[in-house]
């Protein structure tokens, strides 16, 4: 039924967990997968009349990210590796995690978003909303959530 599976993963536990399943699946549906990480945006913090106070340069915070991305879905890969499932990676930057899961499946070609059921907890998820909820209501793939 479904072919191509799109795997957000943010390297939390419960993001381990889930690409685990997603995999089993996969292998069991006979499907690929694309695992995917929204990388953030370079934070800009200006203080007064607009000076920077962030120590960190805008290419040092982007190698950065770009190596804990490469880490986060180089671990989807292995999982694939051991399951014999089909495993490539994709990285884009976003502030707007949801919006950037919507678009990576289109791009993609996914036929299936495979997420966990939540990220965030507390009263920061309360304020943030959940990216799951928000994928769920702005997707027009279909979307299977892992409890």
Request: aromatic share 8%; charged share 25%; net charge negative.
């Amino acid at each position: 039924m479904f072919k191509h599976i799109l795997v957000p993963t943010d390297g939390s536990d419960l993001s381990k967990e889930t690409a685990r399943r997603a995999v089993s699946f996969a292998r069991e549906a006979g499907a690929r997968i694309t695992a995917f990480v929204a990388k953030p945006e370079y934070p800009i913090s200006y203080y007064g009349e607009g000076a920077l106070i962030d120590p960190t340069t805008p290419e040092k915070f982007l190698a950065l990210a770009e190596q804990q991305a490469q880490e986060t879905l180089d671990f989807v890969v292995e999982l694939g590796r051991q399951a014999e499932v089909e495993v490539r990676k994709l990285a884009m930057t976003s502030d707007i995690p949801y919006q950037a899961i919507i678009d990576a499946a289109t791009q993609a070609g996914c036929d299936l978003i495979f997420m966990a059921s939540h990220g965030r907890r507390g009263f920061s998820a309360l304020l943030l909303g959940s990216e799951t909820n928000k994928v769920l209501t702005h997707s027009k793939i279909p979307v299977l959530v892992y409890r």
